[in-house]
């Protein structure tokens, strides 16, 4: 591993050399291009830093308020099936009562036509 970061530095340093040397600009250009392109990534982070707060505050408020929207959903239609079960009871016995009369019905009446068994 000694090797490798002796090597890994003496390649980043002759690399850097060998840029100086061999670049087309000065180093007062080089050093003002540097200097505009630290500038524009800070500004193009702090835009997107800024928006990534607004982002969180949003899914937080949009979690708020979902919570409060289907709270409110679940208390509103368990109302109506309530309001509906308790309007709809007299109806509902009445209808069962029916049928029980209809089925005994049924089996009186299939009860005197059925031949007795031998």
Known sequence: MKDFTQGLLFGVIVGGLVTLLNTP??????????????????????????DLV????????????GF????TATQEITASVEDFTVKNEPRIRRVTDRLTELTETVERETAKYEMPKA
């Open 25 to 50: 600009r000065s180093g007062k250009e080089n050093r003002v291009r540097l200097q505009e392109y630290i500038e524009d990534n800070t500004e193009s982070f702090e835009v997107l830093n800024e």
């Open 54 to 65: 607004r982002l969180k505050a949003s899914i937080n408020r949009l979690t708020t308020e």
């Open 68 to 71: 409060g929207v289907v709270n």
